[in-house]
């Protein structure tokens, strides 16, 4: 398990990105550690209120001439920075706006349109393309992190759908709208959303990590609901260790995809996984394929 202070840092480059979907992906946790999660993202909007703050009071005494007082200031500073968030919002100066950290749980059961951040219903072709190959460039240029290298034993664990998934049509309305439903719906481990619609399980976990939407399974997966849900034997790719979601993935200290299927696709790979399968081996690895 990775440490806070790893998420973090995990976060900041995502929003150095000004990636929409990255950012929106940060929305994409696991709905036990969801919470905890948005009161991090929280808190790194806090702190950076909160220096804002201490910056403006500097300046304010500074023009007050109550520079000779640096030495109290400092104090002040130094006490502030030591004080619990708590402590902090019943001091006298002016409270911050609130950071906008909503709770998605709560905006749902509201029905509140709920962000969408996987590779359902892209915005724009052209930009998904470019924002993938960002993404990838990224990826590659990654040295620092754990790097994110497979093998063929990877490769062995890829499914394959016999039959073609129909995208964008189960558990959606006549409208084109995903019909989300806090009570029938059940949550989707890739894109966390609450919606109607067919969903695998996992015989290994028998668990939530096990729940994956049609959509989902098929662009980031290349498999085909039905089909596994057919299969009694079928294991989730969070059980066969090659989940690609967002979380998964910032567990393992890689930074999420985004969407990545219409330009997998077009690259002539089945999926997400097979994309980032196929093309990130070790240097043994790509001897391997050039030799055989
Ligand atoms: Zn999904
Ligand atoms: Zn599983
Ligand atoms: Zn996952």
């Not at 502030?80 to 950290?101: H, I, L």
């Amino acid at each position: 398990m990775m440490t806070r202070k790893r998420v973090r840092e995990e976060k900041k480059e995502n929003n150095d990105d000004d990636d929409d979907d990255g950012r929106k992906e940060e929305a994409e946790v696991d709905e036990e550690e969801e919470e905890e999660e948005e009161e991090e993202g929280c808190e790194i909007e806090y702190e950076k209120l909160r220096n804002a703050r201490l910056a403006e009071n500097k300046k304010r005494m500074a023009e007050l001439g109550l520079v000779d007082l640096s030495h109290s200031l400092t104090e002040v500073i130094r006490l502030s920075s030591s004080k619990s968030g708590k402590s902090v919002k019943v001091s006298r100066t002016p409270k911050p706006p609130t950071p906008p950290c909503p709770s998605r749980r709560s905006s749902r059961l509201q029905g509140a349109p709920v962000v969408s951040y996987s590779e359902l219903r892209p915005k724009g072709e052209g930009k998904t393309a470019k924002k993938g190959e960002g993404i990838a460039a990224r990826h590659a240029g990654r040295g620092g992190q754990s790097a994110e290298i497979y093998t063929a034993e990877h490769e062995k664990l890829l499914g394959s759908a016999t039959e073609e998934w129909q995208l964008f049509a189960d558990g959606y309305a006549a409208n084109g709208n995903r019909v989300y439903d806090p009570v029938l719906g059940k949550t989707c481990h890739q894109c966390r959303q609450k919606t109607l619609g067919h969903r695998t399980s996992c015989s290994e976990c028998k668990s939530l990590h096990g729940q994956f939407c049609g959509d989902c399974l098929y662009m980031r997966y290349g498999e085909n609901v039905l089909e596994a849900m057919k299969n009694k034997n079928w294991v989730c790719p969070v059980c066969r260790k090659i989940c690609n979601c967002s979380f998964c993935r910032i567990k393992r200290g890689w930074t999420p995809t985004g969407a990545l299927y219409k330009k997998v696709k077009a690259l002539g790979y089945k999926s997400v996984a097979h994309y980032l399968i196929l093309t990130r081996r070790g240097k043994s690895e790509e001897k391997e394929i050039i030799e055989a």
